[in-house]
């Protein structure tokens, strides 16, 4: 709960702060949220993802990745540009088939597909997106 909600809990009160935890980890064991999700991965890699390849530089190796189109919603006014798309790549949070945070540098390479019956291409990783104990979101170029 953010410090919004506990105020509120403080007004409620009478001015007596009652902090309530969010469930958290323990002992590096996931939430049951999470552990529900990571489950659940393989299904969605199985129905939704293209083989691809991370190149960090060192040793490449097979991931698994679902592309997402975005829009580039961003406009330079008074000057009309041309809206581009964004490719966001999701990956599983996982070093055996997909890339996790603490290994990834701005500038690394992957060839993914950008879309389904596509040939794979090169994309660099630019920054991290969202995250989850499932799932990494990147947004490439």
């Known amino acids: 709960m953010g410090f919004y909600g506990n105020n509120i809990i403080a007004l409620v009160t009478g001015g007596t702060l009652a902090y309530i ?6 002992d590096g064991a996931e939430t049951p949220f999470e552990d529900v999700t990571v489950s659940g991965r393989a299904f969605l890699l199985e129905q939704l993802a293209e083989d691809g390849v991370y190149r960090p530089g060192v040793l490449n190796r ?4 679902i592309p997402k189109y975005e829009t580039d919603d961003a406009t330079i006014d008074p000057i009309a540009r041309h809206r581009s798309p964004k490719l966001q790549v999701k990956v ?20 993914i597909p950008p879309r389904k019956g596509a040939a794979a291409r090169a994309f660099t990783l630019a920054k991290i997106v969202k995250q989850t104990a499932a799932f990494v979101t990147f947004e490439v170029h």
């Open 21 to 26: 935890d969010e469930p958290a980890s323990v």
């Open 62 to 65: 097979a991931i698994k990745a």
């Open 92 to 111: 599983p949070n996982d070093p055996a088939n997909g890339i996790t945070p603490a290994e990834f540098e701005q500038g690394q390479v992957i060839s």
